[in-house]
């Protein structure tokens, strides 16, 4: 029953994964999302050079080709293997080549916090020095209970670091983005991949670099991916012990828990990692037969509970204000599901008439989730309907989200104020022209992403390998359905796209491996696989592609540029 039971689990997981991947895949090479520049948050939807991203894949397979064929792979992963000292010096030079770039980049803009970041830190800083307003009914806090447990972390490191210091916590993300790196290579060597595939990652990571440049995003982004993959990697290293050494390590345990509990705590979203860790090793107590995998279930839910619980009671106690539910949930589905007003935001992204839905009906929790599901059952009757206007909306949001090859990366620097001149340098990356060479390199980087993504997932459903790094996977379709009815925004996506870094590299890894001792049989596949592609992405281009919007876009990109130049 168990090997059934997670015969069932793998493919579903797997299937769903290749099916997301294969749609990501063909957005990326045949249209791109872009995003203005300013505070409108406005989407265009424009076509792409699909032959391009074609020809520069096959480039990048003859490529691999060749370097296996000449041993040349085996060869560097040989010496690897062979002097310790040295992998660890070059994986060390390419994580001190990220930490510079994210703290030049924090340096170089000295971005302030604006909206949700200043709040949080606001009312951390209030808590601090008696000033409660945004805890009593009609404050920041009071509305937005998810943030009680970024603010704990913020009120309690302020008292060393003082009020609105934006330079430590962006320097901190710059840190925990340098050991998010080093977690991902871990996890490959904990896969028993060689030693080059983990340098991959981290290189690929060098390359594409809209998580470096989050560095000045203070919102809890970086630290909950930070502690979630310290979470994935302590779990993976418990199980290991147990199938090499019949033995587990208590440590391993508890530092998952803490990681998974901290990561949940300064970011809400991160719920989405924690319920994927929890499926995870239940299927892997069925896959390995081991019961005691459930110990590492058990202390991430008791950590979950924890940190619901203690700091809001915590800060109740200090303010003496009794902080309820807050904003209703479904108010976020309600936007989620809300189509475009044409002009600021895409399908599915913010808007501030459903959010005022909280003020506008006293402050009270349940009124406010009827007013909610009353919009979201509008929304969904518009729908079911009208399938043409359902299919426009889920293509605009889907491709809004996770199309934009900048992922919000430079947008989140341009809309917050600094107190310094920027230097001619910065100003002209941040500029729409001086950006578009970089989102052009990226829009490349995230094909390539997705390929080697979409070939961990081929690879796996046939050969069964790497079934270990499975709880990736997993989270990825959990953000991608989650964000499929939530309030919209790549920013929050961001973080599932990084866990196809090191599967992307799994992917490549497999390919290499075929390559090797390719025979007509591999062809065949391959011929087999490219006809279904085809005959997908034809059907796609026909219903899901978005790329209306060239004209409008060529106008708006015209425009701007003329007056950054004034």
């Given at each position: 029953m168990s090997?059934?039971?997670?015969?069932?689990?793998?493919?579903i997981v797997l299937g769903l994964f290749l099916i997301i991947n294969i749609w990501l895949f063909?957005?990326?090479?045949?249209?791109?999302?872009?995003?203005?520049?300013?505070?409108?948050?406005?989407?265009?939807?424009?076509?792409?050079?699909?032959?391009?991203?074609?020809?520069?894949?096959?480039?990048?397979?003859?490529?691999?080709?060749?370097?296996?064929?000449?041993?040349?792979?085996?060869?560097?992963?040989?010496?690897?293997?062979?002097?310790?000292?040295?992998?660890?010096?070059?994986?060390?030079?390419?994580?001190?080549?990220i930490g510079i770039s994210g703290a030049a980049w924090v340096l170089l803009t000295q971005s302030?916090?604006?909206?949700?970041?200043?709040?949080?830190?606001?009312?951390?800083?209030?808590?601090?020095?008696?000033?409660?307003?945004?805890?009593?009914?009609?404050?920041?806090?009071?509305?937005?209970?998810?943030?009680?447990?970024?603010?704990?972390?913020?009120?309690?490191?302020?008292?060393?670091?003082g009020d609105y210091n934006y330079l430590f916590w962006q320097l901190l993300n710059v840190v925990m983005i340098v050991f998010t790196y080093k977690m991902f290579s871990d996890?490959?060597?904990?896969?028993?991949?060689?030693?080059?595939?983990?340098?991959?990652?981290?290189?690929?990571?060098?390359?594409?670099?809209?998580?470096?440049?989050?560095?000045?995003?203070?919102?809890?982004?970086?630290?909950?991916?930070?502690?979630?993959?310290?979470?994935?990697?302590?779990?993976?290293?418990?199980?290991?012990?147990?199938?090499?050494?019949?033995?587990?390590?208590?440590?391993?345990?508890?530092?998952?828990?803490?990681?998974?509990?901290l990561s949940?705590?300064?970011?809400?979203?991160?719920?989405?990692?924690?319920?994927?860790?929890?499926?995870?090793?239940?299927?892997?107590?069925l896959r390995h037969r081991n019961i005691q995998i459930i110990l590492v279930t058990c202390a991430v839910i008791a950590g979950f509970a924890i940190q619901a619980v203690v700091p809001k009671l915590v800060i109740e106690k200090i303010s003496g204000c009794n902080l309820g539910s807050g904003a209703s949930s479904w108010t976020w589905i309600a936007m989620?599901?809300?189509?475009?007003?044409?002009?600021?935001?895409?399908?599915?992204?913010?808007?501030?008439?459903?959010?005022?839905?909280?003020?506008?009906?006293?402050?009270d929790t349940k009124k406010e989730a009827e007013v909610s599901k009353a919009e979201i059952k509008g929304y969904i009757d518009t729908y079911k309907n009208n399938h043409k206007a359902f299919t426009s909306f889920l293509s605009k949001k889907v491709a809004s989200q996770w199309n934009n090859p900048e992922f919000q990366c430079f947008w989140i620097t341009n809309v917050r104020s600094s107190d310094i001149e920027k230097s001619p340098v910065i100003s002209d990356i941040l500029s729409l022209k001086g950006s578009s060479t970089f989102i052009a390199f990226l829009n490349i980087m995230q094909s390539i992403i997705l390929f080697g993504s979409m070939l961990y997932a081929v690879n796996t459903l046939i050969e069964g390998t790497f079934a270990g790094a499975a709880v990736l996977p997993l989270t990825f379709i959990g953000g991608f359905i989650f964000h499929l009815f939530w309030e919209g925004k790549c920013q929050y996506t961001l973080p599932y796209f990084m866990l196809l870094l090191p599967l992307s590299i799994i992917g490549f890894y497999s390919m290499a491996k075929k390559l090797s001792s390719v025979t007509k049989k591999h062809l065949y596949k391959c011929g087999v696989f490219a006809v279904i592609l085809l005959f997908i992405a034809i059907i796609f281009n026909r219903f899901i592609i978005l790329n209306q919007d060239n004209k409008s876009y060529r106008q708006y990109r015209e425009y701007t540029i003329e007056q950054q130049k004034l």
């Open positions: 090997k059934t039971l997670y015969s069932v689990y793998r493919y063909l957005l990326s090479i045949f249209s791109t999302s872009r995003l203005t520049s300013d505070a409108s948050e406005h989407t265009y939807y424009t076509g792409d050079h699909a032959w391009l991203h074609i020809i520069i894949l096959v480039v990048l397979i003859a490529a691999v080709f060749y370097l296996v064929r000449n041993n040349i792979f085996t060869r560097i992963n040989s010496y690897l293997s062979n002097n310790e000292k040295t992998f660890i010096r070059i994986r060390n030079i390419c994580l001190i080549i302030n916090a604006g909206a949700d970041q200043y709040y949080v830190l606001d009312a951390a800083r209030g808590l601090r020095n008696g000033d409660y307003s945004a805890f009593r009914y009609n404050g920041y806090i009071a509305k937005y209970t998810n943030q009680i447990g970024l603010l704990f972390i913020e009120y309690i490191i302020g008292f060393i670091v996890i490959l060597g904990i896969l028993k991949l060689p030693r080059i595939a983990s340098l991959s990652t981290i290189i690929l990571g060098i390359l594409f670099f809209p998580w470096t440049l989050y560095s000045v995003f203070i919102y809890g982004n970086i630290a909950g991916l930070f502690f979630a993959t310290s979470a994935f990697k302590y779990t993976m290293l418990f199980i290991d012990s147990l199938k090499e050494f019949n033995s587990f390590k208590i440590s391993y345990i508890v530092i998952s828990a803490v990681s998974m509990m949940v705590m300064v970011k809400n979203n991160y719920l989405i990692f924690m319920i994927a860790l929890i499926i995870y090793t239940v299927a892997e107590a989620g599901l809300h189509p475009s007003d044409g002009n600021v935001y895409a399908d599915g992204w913010y808007s501030g008439r459903i959010a005022a839905f909280y003020e506008n009906n006293d402050y």
